[in-house]
Structure formats: C-alpha cells, structure tokens
C-alpha cells in the first residue's frame, strides 16, 4: 500500500458523520490489543484554549526529560501533524502500516453501517503510534466535549478543563452549566481536574469532578488555587508570573494574551501532577511551547497577526490582545465554517476598518457573501468579497499601511491558507534520467500510472510544493497548454487536504507560467512569486556582505575544548587557540568557528560560567583578524558573550532550543546558523524513523527558520544546516549530502558541517581521522550548492573549494601560466 492510497482510505471515512460516544473507537482499538491500556495520558478538553494548554504541556514534560506524544486537531496542512512523538510528525509508513493492519475491520463495520469515523480512527491511530513509540506520557486534546468524545476510551493521569462557553449545543447542551458538566467527565480517578472555568461552569465541574484545582487571573480578582499574573507584552512574547502552594514560576510566552496565560497556568499544573519538575524546567517549556495560528505574529510593518479564533469567545480574547500593540487601522481577513456565529464573531470585531471576506477551501466553509454580510451588519467597516483566502489576504495587504493591522481569523483554515505564504515548501529536484524522474515521481505519491506515465517528461526543471486541489488542477492546464506537465498526487481532490504537485518545465516555460499566474485569484498570484524565487527568475541581487555571498565560504573550526571528536584538548589554551586561528587566516580561511562545549556523541554540558571563560578570551584575541568570528553555542547568554568580545556569527547547532537565542540574534543583528537536531548531545542509542530524510528535515527546519524570522531577522542572516550526523545515521547523511540543493527550497544559505564525522565509515574511512574523505565530502558541498562548509582542515578545503569555483567560473580565476 503507498501512503496515498493510505491517506485516502482514511479521508473516506469523513462520509460518516460525528457522533458521540465511545463504543467505536473502543471496539476499533480492540482490534489493534488495546494499545491505550498500557498509555499514561494528559486529558484536556474546554471551549477556547485546549490546543494550547496542550502543546504547553508537551514542551514542558519533553523539557524534563520524557518521551511524550501529543494528539491534537484540526491540522493546518498535513494530517500527521495531529500525531506527534517528541515534537516530529507521525510518519508516512506508520499510517501505511496502520491503515493496512484495520482496513479489514473499518471495511467490515462498514457494510454493516458501524465504521469509524475519521476522528475516531485517527484517535485510535493515536494511541497506537503512541504504545508503539513506548511514549512516556501521551497529551490529549479532547475532540468534542468530554464524556462522549472518542478520546475518552482512557484513563488519564491528569485532566483539565480550560473554559466553558456556549458551543455544539445540539451535542452537549443549552447551558454553560451543561456543557461544563460534559466536558468535566474527563477528571482523573485519584487527582484533581485542573480548570479556569467560573461561575455556574465551575460549579457544573465540581458537581461531577468533586476534586478540582483551579487557575485564575488575579486581574480578575479571582482567588484561584493557582494563581496567574499576566505582566503584559514584552517583545514578541508575554510575561507572566505564576503561583502556587509553595511553588512558583515566572516565565515569557511566545503565545501572547492573557487567555494564554491562564493556559500557562493550567498547563504548568498538570506537569507537576504528572511528572516531578521544576520551576526552571517549567519556565523554559512554557517559553518553548510554540503553536502555529495562534496569535502568530508574522509581520511588523504592517503588523500581520494570524489567529484561528473561530467562535466569539475566541475572537474576543483577539482583539484583547491586540490592544497591546499601536497600529492605525485594523484590516481582517475573515473565514469561516458554516456553523459558527458570525454576527457575534463579526460584532467581536466592531473596531475593524476594513473587511475582505474570503471562503477557505473547504466543503464546509461559509461562502464569503454570508461573511460579508455579517460585517457589513455588524461593523461600521468597509467591506468586500474575495472568494479564496490568499486572495483576500493580497488585498488586505495591499490596502494596508506600514503602521496598520493586518488579521486573518474565523477559522484554522483561513489561518493555514494564508500561512501557506511563509512555509509552502518549493522544492527544486534532481534528475538526471528516467530513472531518477520515476523515483522523484513516485515521492510525490503520484498514482503508479501516472508515475509511468510523466516518467519521460521530468528530465528538465523540477519543483516539488503542495498546493490546494483547485490550485493543482490551474497549475496542471496551464503548464500542459505550454508545453510542461504537472504530475499531481492521488491523494482525493474532494478530501480537501493540501496536495504534492511535481511542477516540470524548462525555465523559459517556467517564466511564462509566473507571468500567467499573476493576477489570478486562489492564490496563485502569490504562488508565482514563491517559484520566481525558488527557481531564481527575475530576483534581486542581495549582498549584506557576508562572507558567502561571492561563493562557497570555508568556516575554520576553533575548539576550545578537552572533550571534542576530533581534536579536543589541542588548544585548550588561549595562546594555542589564537595561533591555530591565525594559521587558518593565513590558508584562505573565511569565517572562524569558535567552540567552548562539545556536542558529540554523550558529551556532558558544561555550565554557562566555564563556557565563556574558554571563548571569550580567544574571541576578543580574534576579532582584529582578517576573518569573520562565529560563536558555536547553544546557550544564550554565551552568545551574548560572545558578541560582546567581538563575534559576528552565531552557530546553533540545537536549532534554537534556547527559548532566547533568536531574539539574541536579532537584538544584535548578526547571521545564526539553525542546525537540524534531534537532541544535543546526539543520544548515540537513540534512533529516529524518516519517510524521506532531507524532505523530513527541510519540513522541521521550516518552522524553526520562521521562528527566526519572525524575531525580525531576513532570511539571509538565517544559515539552515542539515545536521550531517546529529540523529541521521551515515546513509541518510550522505543522502542530505547528495541532495543539498533541495535545501535552497528555504531560502537561505546552507552551511554543511561533515568534517571527519563518522558518517565517512560507509565508505571504509576511519571516523577522527579521516582526511581524504572529508576532502572529498567538501568538494561535493561546494559543487551541490553549499554557501558555507565547516571544516578542521582549512588548507585542504580551501583548495578543495576553489577547484569547484574554478570548472563553474574558470574567468573568476587568472592564469599566471
């Protein structure tokens, strides 16, 4: 079975529609030996709030330590981010395998019209991926309700309940008060529910839960058991202090408001019913707990805020946390499903002066003159229609100001369409042959007819992105009437998901098709833009005067360490450190690489106090020379070290792990290099499942790279690494090796970092010691696309690198023959 054929099998299952209770997701994971039995779980259910609180939870319990998983919905993009273990997306080939071992049983029910629907299904996958994964604790959002959700086939260690309005009153009740009593069925057997309900809420979850912690807001004046103090914006994030009996904790949230506070505190709550933490664990989970579409700030100038509220209690909690920031007008991008109250929504946002109405792609999306007429009703704003959302968001944009607002809110759907600007991944392809054309195809998850079928046609120019269905099929006519293809996945058109395209042309056919695609509507003028740029038409030079700018920069590496792989403990002293540096200048070395930690294989951390006493003084020593300086650190304020004595790169090779290093980056204006890892130290016993290696990567690094940007850094200043090594094992290194162009797809340069790495043993190279591959592994960087290569052996590289410049521009070099 591929995975197409897997994802439709589930997507099918959205015929059968929602219903309560939990006797089919317990008989479908019968089937599979109960696998949520053996499951620690972290229920957590409410109105507004839970997705949050959930994904705080995870972070924070992952920061501490253990193996968790996280089970949410709906997805923005991709399906499997609703499964994740340890912060990556369940893979492919496990939904394969999972959809092959019930397939018989969901077909069976089926004829007798008993099937599981797909948020049951995709529940008891949940659990199953989980048991599998021998996940520690398993973070659960409720889907709807409480009692008789699907999710409620467990007993969980820790429950909550984040707020109680009115909502699938046909489902739950008429009242706040029996809404509350549904959802408070998820209360543990022996440990209080955790909940920031009030009013008759709190007294319909005490009635049924009896034990009950709660959270509060002490602006409120609320006297909760766990109080929270929300200090209000700081930057990019929010502050917020809170206190128990006996403990607590003052941290800064990426998710900003006040209704996020609270859910920092709830969350906060139940990790330490869960699991022993501390505060300072708490407080860097909580900073860490990123959730896309959530108050997402993706701009500044204008401001561009992207919330998936999609009912008036949600809305409200917006336009609150909006008042912290200074804008003019307020412009909103406005989608929603037909379900929802959009005359209370609309009357959330009477403060709106511009309003384009849109329709997500989507059966059940509301169609855009309902939405319109809504606003027009309930606001005193200008209003006009769109019928996709890129488009309203173009036109938002376009009539906005440097100092107005832009929103985009209604639904998770209008949020992930117009996120669909900042990650879509454009993925140029290789291909050198029919063979290699089949197998770049069939990644795409092309049926296999169409697979043999465009096979011939892809030996020119390929782009791998995923688009809308709508999309796929305009790309598809337009790049067959100029003479191209589009080969298209077979996931359903009509399962609304977004789709792989194979787009395949020569670039002259290319630069007609972005000229076609402007102007017209369901984003594809804005998809135009993101292929000039991932296949380099009509782009403007950029020179910030970098050291790889011109051409492949060699990074010399500067360990300042007893403990490193390779040559630790040579130049622990400040005089050997200097005179190493000043002997790689002196080879033609661009950017040194300075280091005070090792990060191999079960190296111990060393504290923040002896780190900037091994480099700080080297730096200071360095930064007269004829060279840029990098700081290779995971820890803020030893970057900030660093800067000050003189450093101009910062080299992060845990991917910004550190809650503050991005903002540390942009504080000081300087490049950061943002290394794919698993965990740093590379756990040498740890293990980790790709579906495809560098797509796996490139997909995680494309939201780390946004964290970057949004801390107001270009995407130039940001280095994407690959992380040759770090949770990779030597195949799959060498394939992100082979296949470092694809890495172009985000828009940044590409440092690789191979130096006698272990990953050389595939070819019967010592690893430590191992020169001539290493050599070998810097020309094939250097001639596959890489902007910087970090090395130990400067002179080598450095000639290495000047063969590969030397065959693409031969002028570029004299001949003094």
């Not at 993009?77 to 990556?88: H, L, M, T, W």
């Not at 049926?447 to 120019?461: I, Q």
């Not at 688009?467 to 589009?486: I, M, N, T, W």
């Not at 030597?730 to 394939?735: K, R, T």
Request: net charge negative; hydrophobic share 40%.
């Amino acid at each position: 079975m591929k995975f197409h054929e897997a994802a439709n099998f589930l997507f099918d299952l959205r015929r059968f529609a929602l219903r309560p209770g939990t006797e089919a997701t317990r008989s479908l994971l019968a089937q599979l030996g109960d696998p949520h039995d053996s499951l620690d779980c972290v229920q957590i259910a409410g109105s507004n709030g839970k997705g949050s609180t959930a994904r705080m939870v995870e972070r924070t319990l992952r920061e501490a330590g253990l193996d968790v998983g996280l089970y949410t919905s709906p997805h923005l993009d991709d399906v499997r981010e609703r499964i994740r273990v340890n912060g990556r997306k369940i893979t492919e080939s496990a939904i394969v395998e999972f959809v092959e071992s019930v397939e018989p049983y969901v077909t069976d029910r089926a004829a007798d019209g008993t099937s599981p629907t797909l948020f049951e299904t995709l529940t008891a996958l949940a659990y199953w991926e989980f048991e599998r994964q021998s996940v520690d604790v398993a973070v659960i959002e409720v889907g709807i309700g409480g009692k008789l959700d699907a999710t409620s086939v467990v007993d969980p260690v820790a429950s909550a309940v984040t707020t109680v309005t009115l909502e699938h009153t046909d489902i739950l009740g008429d009242t706040v008060g029996e809404i509350a009593r549904d959802k408070a069925h998820v209360a543990p057997a022996d440990r209080p529910l955790v909940t920031a309900t009030e009013g008759d809420a709190l007294d319909a979850v005490r009635d049924v839960a009896g034990d009950v912690v709660t959270v509060a807001d002490t602006a409120d004046g609320e006297a909760g058991d766990v109080s929270v103090t929300d200090h209000g914006r700081e930057g990019l994030e929010g502050s917020v202090s809170i206190a128990g009996d006996e403990w607590g904790v003052e941290t800064k949230l990426p998710l900003l408001g006040a209704h996020q506070a609270i859910n920092a505190g709830i969350a906060a709550t139940l990790c330490r019913q869960v699991s022993d933490v501390d505060e300072a664990t708490i407080a860097r989970g909580l900073r860490n707990a990123h959730w896309p579409g959530r108050f997402e700030i993706m701009g500044r100038d204008p401001l561009v805020v992207l919330d998936g509220a999609h009912n008036p209690g949600g809305v409200e909690r917006v336009v609150e946390t909006l008042a912290a920031f200074d804008y003019d007008e307020l412009h909103v991008v406005a989608g929603s499903m037909v379900d929802k109250d959009l005359r209370a929504i609309a009357g959330a946002l009477d403060g709106a002066d511009h309003v384009v109405a849109c329709e997500p792609d989507r059966d059940r999306a509301e169609d855009e003159q309902v939405v319109a007429k809504a606003f027009r009703d309930e606001t005193a704003a200008s209003v006009e229609t769109r019928s996709d959302v890129a488009g309203a968001f173009d036109v938002a944009l376009d009539g906005a100001g440097e100092d107005d607002c832009v929103l985009v809110t209604g639904s998770l759907y209008a949020v992930a369409e117009a996120r669909q600007r900042w990650i879509r991944p454009t993925i140029p392809k290789r291909v050198d042959g029919v063979a290699s054309a089949r197998e770049t195809i069939d990644a795409a998850h092309v049926t296999d007819a169409g697979a043999w079928r465009m096979r011939g046609k892809a030996v020119h120019r390929l782009l791998k992105t995923r688009v809308q269905p709508r999309q796929a099929q305009y790309l598809k006519e337009e790049l067959l009437s100029l003479g191209g293809d589009c080969a298209t996945s077979g996931l359903n058109d009509q399962d609304e998901e977004m789709l792989d395209v194979l787009l395949m042309g020569t670039m002259a056919q290319f630069r007609r098709l972005t000229d076609k695609l402007d102007g017209q509507p369901y984003g594809l003028a804005s998809l135009a833009d993101e292929l000039r740029t991932a296949l380099d038409i009509q782009q403007p030079d950029r020179d910030r005067g970098y050291p790889w700018d011109d051409g492949t920069a060699v990074m010399g590496i500067c360990n300042i360490t007893p403990d490193s792989f390779h040559d630790g403990g040579e130049y622990d002293a400040v005089e050997d450190a200097v005179s190493r540096a000043e002997s790689m200048v002196a080879a033609g070395v661009d950017v040194l690489d300075v280091g005070g930690e090792s990060t191999r294989p079960g190296a111990d951390e060393i504290p923040v106090e002896e780190e900037i006493e091994r480099i700080v003084p080297v730096i200071e020593r360095l930064a007269d020379l004829d060279a840029a300086v990098a700081v290779d650190t995971r820890k803020a304020p030893v970057a900030r070290a660093a800067l000050d004595a003189g450093a101009d790169i910062l080299n992060d090779v845990s991917g910004l792990e550190d809650p503050e290093m991005r903002l540390v980056a942009a504080d000081y204006d300087v490049p950061v290099v943002v290394m794919h890892s698993i965990e740093v130290p590379v756990d040498p016993d740890s293990a980790v499942d790709y579906d495809d290696v560098v797509e796996d990567c490139i997909d995680q690094l494309t939201e780390r790279v946004l964290l970057a940007e949004k801390a107001g850094l270009d995407r130039e200043q940001i280095v994407v690494d690959p992380g040759l090594g770090f949770g990779k094992s030597a195949a799959e290194s060498f394939e992100l090796l082979g296949r470092l162009e694809e890495f172009q797809s985000l828009g940044c340069p590409i440092l690789v970092g191979h130096s006698h790495k272990s990953m050389f043993e595939l070819v019967g190279a010592e690893a430590g010691d191992c020169l001539d591959a290493t050599i070998a592994g810097t020309t094939l960087a250097a001639e596959r696309g890489a902007d910087i290569v970090r090395v130990h052996d400067v002179p080598e590289a450095v000639t290495a690198v000047n063969v590969v410049e030397a065959a693409d521009e031969p002028g570029s070099f004299v001949d003094e023959g």
